[in-house]
């Protein structure tokens, strides 16, 4: 499979900012968004299964495996950066469907993807702890499998799936670590004693947080707890659909365009996107 230039050197790239500090990994949903991160500095990005679902006019975890791999090929190759993969089961409840769906996800070029101990489509209910931690190390091997240096992060999902239990949550995120995860994440939490609980039980591997909210909590605090990676989800995502709904809501309900004052030109757009 032909790779984008530089893909070894993403990963490389990738794998060292996991080793100190402290970085925020953004998540455009296409690849206009994810070229404007670029441009900003941000050291690498992260897709997000509901920004583009939404955007696609889908829930979130209704895509197909290979409209996500198609996306994820588009956002590897129109930047410079990493891309980490928000790869949601893996596409697979069966552990060796889910590797065979693995080698696929890393052909797109990706430095890294996540996997989830939940099944498909937002249920509320997580796998069982011994097949979760069997579908780690199941994913550890697909990679390894590759001979490419690709981030693993394991994801539990109790907070964000109706069973936030913090003491679950830490067991299986060390079962995790144990397993072969390089980084581990479990979105939901959202107190300084559960971000530091987390951080401490995985024994020096990276944490991700997720800052999908106004929680009051700057890169600086995060980074004081321990954090090493900050995403923010479908958050941007929902930014630029709350600004379409509500100006959209006015031109349909009140027949009013002050919605559009101020807004970026046309102009600078392409000015931006000229580069």
Same mark, same amino acid.
């Given at each position: 499979?032909?790779?984008?230039?530089?893909?070894?050197?993403?990963?490389?790239?990738?794998?060292?900012?996991?080793?100190?500090?402290?970085?925020?990994?953004?998540?455009?949903?296409?690849?206009?968004?994810?070229?404007?991160?670029?441009?900003?500095?941000?050291?690498?990005?992260?897709?997000?299964?509901?920004?583009?679902?939404?955007?696609?006019?889908?829930?979130?975890?209704?895509?197909?495996?290979?409209?996500?791999?198609?996306?994820?090929?588009?956002?590897?190759?129109?930047?410079?950066?990493?891309?980490?993969?928000?790869?949601?089961?893996?596409?697979?409840?069966?552990?060796?469907?889910?590797?065979?769906?693995?080698?696929?996800c890393i052909e797109t070029g990706v430095a890294g993807?996540?996997?989830?101990?939940?099944?498909?489509?937002?249920?509320?209910?997580?796998?069982?702890?011994?097949? /979760? =931690?069997?579908?780690?190390?199941?994913a550890r091997s697909a990679i390894d499998s590759t !001979?490419?240096? $690709?981030?693993?992060? %394991? #994801?539990?999902?109790?907070?964000?799936?109706?069973?936030?239990?913090?003491?679950?949550?830490?067991?299986?995120?060390?079962?995790?670590?144990?397993?072969?995860?390089?980084?581990?994440?479990?979105?939901?939490?959202?107190?300084?004693?559960?971000?530091?609980?987390?951080?401490? /039980? =995985?024994?020096?591997?990276?944490?991700?947080?997720?800052?999908?909210?106004?929680? !009051?909590?700057? $890169?600086?605090?995060? %980074? #004081?707890?321990?954090?090493?990676?900050?995403?923010?989800?479908?958050?941007?995502?929902?930014?630029?659909?709350?600004?379409?709904?509500?100006?959209?809501?006015?031109?349909?309900?009140?027949?009013?365009?002050?919605?559009?004052?101020?807004?970026v030109s046309n102009a600078e757009l392409n000015q931006?996107?000229?580069?």
């Open positions: 499979m032909p790779h984008h230039s530089g893909t070894a050197q993403k990963r490389a790239a990738f794998a060292k900012l996991h080793q100190s500090g402290c970085f925020v990994i953004p998540n455009p949903w296409n690849i206009g968004t994810a070229r404007c991160l670029e441009d900003m500095g941000f050291k690498a990005i992260a897709s997000t299964s509901s920004g583009h679902a939404h955007a696609d006019g889908l829930p979130d975890g209704a895509q197909s495996l290979d409209t996500v791999l198609a996306h994820l090929r588009d956002l590897a190759q129109s930047v410079s950066i990493p891309l980490n993969a928000d790869f949601e089961n893996g596409f697979a409840d069966d552990p060796e469907e889910m590797q065979a769906n693995i080698v696929r993807l996540s996997i989830e101990d939940a099944p498909q489509g937002g249920e509320h209910r997580l796998y069982e702890f011994e097949h /979760a =931690v069997a579908r780690v190390k199941a !001979g490419q240096q $690709v981030m693993l992060t %394991a #994801r539990t999902e109790g907070f964000i799936r109706g069973a936030p239990d913090i003491d679950e949550t830490i067991r299986r995120l060390k079962a995790f670590a144990d397993a072969g995860a390089d980084c581990l994440y479990s979105p939901g939490i959202k107190t300084q004693d559960h971000i530091e609980a987390t951080v401490q /039980a =995985v024994g020096g591997r990276a944490v991700n947080f997720l800052n999908g909210n106004s929680l !009051g909590f700057s $890169v600086d605090d995060l %980074a #004081r707890m321990g954090v090493r990676r900050i995403s923010v989800g479908g958050a941007l995502a929902r930014v630029a659909m709350d600004a379409f709904l509500c100006v959209s809501q006015q031109i349909a309900g009140e027949g009013k365009f002050d919605g559009f004052a101020g807004l931006r996107f000229r580069q």
